[in-house]
């Protein structure tokens, strides 16, 4: 079983930062992708950003320039930097794993999510 803790939401203005931090932890072989979703009240789930284990990013467009992620690999690690936030980006953000399990069979996680609200 594989765990994904994420941490860093809240309330921001509009123009202003945020950090979401997501830790992998449980069976893992390895990780060869990380990222982070979002979903609006009535919008489906749509991705914002994600990386892999060779360090290839793949960004929204409407977050592109904004948002940058990252990752640590030794410490199992996704991390999203959000700038210049809107209020369109007020959302649930979820961290998502594609995990390679020690039975070499490949899993997704989904962590439990973590409000992130832009005010004006």
């Known amino acids: 079983q594989v765990q994904l803790v994420e941490s860093g939401g809240g309330l921001v203005q509009v123009g202003g930062s945020l950090r979401l931090s997501c830790a992998a932890s449980g069976s893992i072989f390895s990780l060869p992708a990380m990222g982070w979703y979002r979903q609006s009240p009535g919008k489906q789930r749509e991705l914002v950003a994600t990386?892999?284990?060779?360090?290839?990013?793949n960004v929204a467009d409407s977050v592109n320039g904004r948002f940058t992620i990252s990752r640590d690999n030794a410490k199992s690690t996704v991390d999203l930097q959000m700038n210049s936030l809107k209020l369109d980006d007020t959302a649930v953000y979820y961290c998502n794993a594609l995990v390679l399990g020690r039975d070499g069979y490949s899993y997704e996680y989904w962590g439990q999510g973590t409000q992130v609200t832009v005010s004006s």
């Open positions: 990386v892999t284990s060779g360090g290839r990013t």
